[in-house]
């Protein structure tokens, strides 16, 4: 069974993007559909609750305020995330899915703090425009013909520097022009992350097809690429949104 943890999936066969009839195979149109439809839905939900939270009176002093909550709600969705990535295999299905939708939910809950620092217009604007650039890429890692396979490593090497330096960034250089920078570098990894894993997510139907596994397989392609799409909006945020202040 092919391993959604390792980036470079040549020995499980990713990088064969499929035959002539498997370009038509109603399964693996199936299956996309099925993934696009938990990642927007997933999107969706972590917007209403981002909004929602955010008008209520007590998100501020929760996610702005001292003490330890606002550290639970920054590091909630990474917990779920590691359940999710490590623990896929341990899973039902349905655990998987439920864990889905309670890591959107939290993550909505993290994400509503956007509100306080952006404007609405300029957080419409981003969304819209994120959405649009990510339709392009993933069409594109759909429909290619190229191996993507060999930019995983890259990538997911460029994420953790990107991590790495955000947070020297935020406690000992403090520089305007290195989260410039982070924010550019950022948006063009998370940009190669969506074609990469769009490729990903389609090889990975010829190997889970038929098996028990399919359903798993939807939900983690669905989280990956809804991780690339909120990065990608978070990072074009932080270049082009119209701050309150």
């Given at each position: 069974m092919a391993n959604w943890n390792d980036p470079n999936m040549a020995a499980s066969g990713f990088g064969t993007v499929g035959t002539a009839d498997g370009a038509v195979d109603a399964g693996l149109r199936s299956y996309m559909l099925s993934v696009y439809n938990y990642m927007a839905?997933?999107?969706?939900?972590?917007?209403?609750v981002a909004l929602l939270f955010s008008r209520?009176?007590?998100?501020?002093?929760?996610?702005?305020?001292?003490?330890?909550?606002?550290?639970?709600?920054?590091?909630?969705?990474?917990?779920?995330?590691?359940?999710?990535?490590?623990?896929?295999?341990?899973?039902?299905?349905?655990?998987a899915q439920a864990l889905f939708w309670a890591f959107s939910a939290v993550m909505g809950v993290s994400l509503a703090?956007?509100?306080?620092?952006?404007?609405?217009?300029?957080?419409?604007?981003?969304?819209?425009?994120?959405?649009?650039?990510?339709?392009?890429?993933?069409?594109?890692?759909?429909?290619?013909?190229?191996?993507?396979?060999?930019?995983?490593?890259?990538?997911?090497?460029?994420?953790?520097?990107?991590?790495?330096a955000m947070v020297l960034n935020a406690f000992i250089f403090k520089s305007s022009a290195l989260d410039l920078a982070i924010s550019v570098i950022g948006v063009l990894v998370f940009a190669g992350l969506t074609a990469y894993d769009t490729q990903k997510i389609k090889s990975m139907y010829f190997h889970v097809r038929g098996s028990d596994f399919v359903g798993k397989s939807v939900v983690m392609g669905a989280l990956n690429l809804y991780l690339d799409f909120i990065n990608m909006f978070?990072?074009?945020l932080r270049l082009f949104g119209s701050s309150r202040n």
């Amino acid at each position: 069974m092919a391993n959604w943890n390792d980036p470079n999936m040549a020995a499980s066969g990713f990088g064969t993007v499929g035959t002539a009839d498997g370009a038509v195979d109603a399964g693996l149109r199936s299956y996309m559909l099925s993934v696009y439809n938990y990642m927007a839905s997933g999107v969706l939900l972590t917007g209403v609750v981002a909004l929602l939270f955010s008008r209520w009176s007590g998100a501020p002093d929760l996610l702005f305020g001292p003490g330890p909550i606002k550290y639970v709600i920054m590091l909630a969705p990474l917990a779920f995330v590691m359940v999710l990535s490590f623990g896929i295999n341990k899973l039902s299905t349905a655990a998987a899915q439920a864990l889905f939708w309670a890591f959107s939910a939290v993550m909505g809950v993290s994400l509503a703090s956007i509100f306080f620092v952006y404007t609405d217009a300029s957080i419409a604007q981003t969304f819209f425009a994120t959405a649009a650039a990510f339709l392009g890429l993933s069409l594109y890692g759909y429909t290619t013909k190229k191996d993507l396979s060999g930019f995983g490593t890259f990538l997911i090497m460029g994420v953790f520097g990107i991590l790495v330096a955000m947070v020297l960034n935020a406690f000992i250089f403090k520089s305007s022009a290195l989260d410039l920078a982070i924010s550019v570098i950022g948006v063009l990894v998370f940009a190669g992350l969506t074609a990469y894993d769009t490729q990903k997510i389609k090889s990975m139907y010829f190997h889970v097809r038929g098996s028990d596994f399919v359903g798993k397989s939807v939900v983690m392609g669905a989280l990956n690429l809804y991780l690339d799409f909120i990065n990608m909006f978070l990072f074009l945020l932080r270049l082009f949104g119209s701050s309150r202040n």
